[in-house]
């Protein structure tokens, strides 16, 4: 590193030495690191005071130290709420993303349209509420249209939200189906940073288009793939909202995700200390998957050399 | 000066706006009342007591009210009634004493409510059955009685097979002989808890605030059996159906022929303009005709900040003053015994009789309180998993409810 101090640093054309440009970073970073301030470090460091209490809302707070905890460790619905979590999370993720996927490479090979792009996104624009209330019409076995077309075809009725064993892949697939524009539009750009010359030269060596995908697009947008990933699946583990309209836990509890779990305790049972103690847990091991994925997948790294 | 008063029932609003009105020209006081339903009731109470803004009085209920009682958020009727006596006798079914609690009031009646049968007029009709043999219906764990074979006849396939031929197609049912209402907990209110009391049993050690639920009683397992054999011989509305439809479109588009409900949903049936509906007793069981009698009070919150008139307000909602203009709306039977026959003369007066109602609320030995017990909402939430298991055919009551009575009791016991 001896040789790089012999050169001269280039100064920036404008403005003062680096200090200052701290200085117009932090103002640049002042709103959102207030609002982080504000609105998510406070409330996580009195969500986490929280838990080490007993708490019913109406009553004064009792501490209780890391009681809350250990009582997780031998409540079997907390453990249930995780694996059913876990199943809408992998369910969810790879079918959104592989959708994302072949929409994606649809845009590139077949239209790049902005009409079609814009119409890929609508679903995503419409609150998850209004999907899970949309999707309950068309999804009923009495009156709903889909069954109204497996019946044409001498299948079901099913009962998709009605029955323990489907209602959670339900859910995951209605949200699968209301996100999949949205990620298709996130791989779409990070293949628009590909060079074109790399494709042109797969064509000269008369690679096939399965070629060109699996060796050349893929491998290339993988950081950007990472960073979907990752970020769909914090989202993915955070469902509520459509559990919470289409299915309210049931059938027999089997969509009882972790969210819809610590909402029930603390606004329905009144125990919001257990409630907070449980959003903490779920806090550590959204951090941990997100860390080990970034880890793995190499996000930070492109192999655009 | 204006008091706020909540309530979750719509149908009920009117006739308590009727009561605010004559209050106000009483007393001059204002009531505004504000009504949400059942589930965002409870929980926007909870978050208004925490946050001071609660309504100065609160129609409450006994799933709530000993949680509301523990922790101090309602006040004492006591020191109002000693300076203002009110007589607690005159009031339907013993009820008032549902709402003291180590020796605090915090609730005087203002309703009853119990349950009977509902059932299509033409679909009994239709089926043979002259509809005045309702009103003698028995009932048994071993062959259902003739309550048993009413259902199975009630229910129809779709080719017009009754439950009761040969060549029944339990698959393709297209009207039900039972109604199927979905929830209901560990009270089973509507769905089944007459059943089960007309059996003989008992929920709690002691009721009310039990320290000991009894869902291991085989009398209860006996009838819930019963209930689920039903259930798999296609009488019963399965639950996948029950919970989508809702209970009041699928009688009134005809996909049930009966159903067991209470009281205060007299008026959706009898003015129901797609079927024609009447009210029955409910069966004998082997220990008699058995219902829960149950009603709602008017409580009055920690932090009102006028607690003299929001008394007073309570007061005139328990009164004959307002308890006959509950009458003459005829919407639910108001608690004072004299306002119940009015209730009952203005609905005879609609054509409506509501006999299978207002007479198992005079006999003494046909009433079951609602169990009344802390941590009501977690036990719910439990026992609701249970029942549904039940009625999707999920393991045999005799081996679930045991383990349901263990998990709630430990619930009950912590702390």
């Known amino acids: 590193m001896t040789t790089t101090s012999t050169r001269r640093t280039p100064r920036p054309r404008t403005g003062g030495g680096p200090r200052s440009q701290t200085g117009v970073a932090l103002l640049f970073l002042a709103p959102a690191l207030l609002g982080f301030a504000v609105f998510y470090l406070r409330p996580m460091v009195k969500g986490f005071e929280l838990s080490l209490t007993r708490w019913d809302l109406l009553t004064d707070p009792q501490w209780v130290g890391i009681d809350n905890y250990k009582a997780l460790l031998y409540d079997a619905t907390f453990g249930r709420a995780l694996l059913i979590t876990a199943v809408y999370v992998v369910v969810n993720i790879t079918t959104q993303t592989a959708a994302g996927l072949g929409i994606a490479v649809l845009m590139q090979k077949v239209s790049q349209s902005t009409v079609v792009r814009s119409l890929l996104v609508v679903p995503w624009l419409v609150p998850n509420v209004t999907i899970a209330v949309i999707t309950l019409f068309i999804l009923d076995p009495n009156v709903g249209l889909v069954n109204h077309l497996l019946g044409q075809v001498g299948v079901g009725p099913i009962a998709f939200y009605g029955n323990p064993d489907f209602a959670i892949i339900t859910v995951a697939l209605v949200n699968s189906w209301r996100n999949m524009g949205y990620t298709a539009l996130l791989i779409f750009a990070g293949m628009q940073l590909i060079p074109k010359m790399i494709y042109e030269s797969a064509d000269i060596d008369g690679a096939n288009q399965w070629k060109v995908l699996t060796r050349i697009t893929l491998p290339l947008i993988r950081p950007i793939l990472a960073m979907v990933v990752v970020v769909s699946m914090i989202g993915s583990f955070q469902i509520f909202d459509t559990v919470a309209v289409a299915t309210k836990g049931g059938p027999v509890g089997s969509t009882r995700v972790i969210y819809f779990y610590i909402y029930e305790k603390a606004f329905q049972h009144g125990q919001m200390g257990y409630a907070a103690a449980m959003s903490v847990v779920l806090l550590l091991i959204i951090l941990v998957m997100s860390l080990f994925q970034l880890r793995v997948t190499r996000a930070a790294e492109s192999d655009l050399g | ?415």
């Open chain 2, 1 to 415: 000066m204006s008091l706020t008063y909540g309530l979750w029932d719509p149908n009920q609003k009117p006739a308590y706006e009727t009561c605010a009105a004559n209050f106000e020209k009483e007393t001059g006081v204002k009531v505004n009342i504000e009504q949400s339903g059942w589930d965002d009731y409870w929980q926007n109470l909870t978050i208004s007591l925490n946050s001071k803004t609660a309504p100065d009085v609160i129609t409450n209920h006994v799933a709530h009210d000993p949680e509301l009682a523990r922790k101090g958020v309602l006040l004492d009727f006591e020191p109002f009634l000693e300076k203002d006596p009110v007589d607690l006798g005159q009031y339907t079914g013993g009820l008032a004493k549902l709402w003291v609690h180590e020796g605090k009031r915090y609730g005087i009646p203002q309703d009853w409510d119990t349950i009977a049968l509902v059932y299509n007029v033409k679909d009994v009709k239709d089926a043979g059955v002259d509809p005045a043999t309702l009103d003698d219906l028995d009932w048994n764990p071993t062959d259902g009685g003739s309550f048993g074979k009413l259902i199975a006849k009630l229910t129809i396939d779709k080719n017009g097979k009754r439950g009761d031929e040969a060549g029944f197609d339990k698959d393709n049912v297209a009207t039900y002989g039972w109604g199927l209402e979905s929830g209901g907990g560990v009270v089973g209110q509507g769905p089944w808890s007459w059943l089960a009391l007309s059996n003989g049993f008992k929920y709690l050690d002691k009721n009310p605030f039990g320290s000991k639920y009894q869902l291991d009683d085989p009398k209860l397992s006996q009838a819930l059996t019963w209930w689920q054999q039903q259930i798999e011989k296609g009488y019963v509305t399965p639950v996948e159906q029950a919970g989508n439809l809702g209970l009041e479109p699928m009688m009134e588009q005809n996909k049930a022929a009966l159903v067991p409900y209470g009281s205060w949903r007299i008026n959706t049936w009898s003015k129901s303009k797609a079927q024609q509906f009447a009210f029955a007793p409910l069966p004998k069981g082997p220990e008699g005709r058995k219902t829960i009698i149950n009603g709602l009070a008017p409580s009055i919150t920690r932090d009102s900040k006028h607690p003299e008139e929001a008394w007073k307000w309570v007061k005139h909602l328990t009164s004959p003053a307002c308890q006959e203009v509950v009458a003459n709306e005829a919407v639910v039977f108001p608690s004072i015994g004299k306002y119940s026959e009015a209730a009952a003369k203005a609905h005879e007066a609609g054509g409506v009789d509501v006999s299978a109602f207002l007479d198992i609320a005079k006999d003494p030995t046909s009433l079951e309180f609602y169990p009344i017990t802390f941590k009501a909402a977690e036990i719910n939430s439990e026992a609701d998993l249970v029942i549904e298991r039940i009625e999707r055919l999920d393991g045999k009551p005799a081996d679930l409810l045991p383990e349901l009575n263990k998990k709630v009791n430990d619930l009950l016991a912590s702390e």
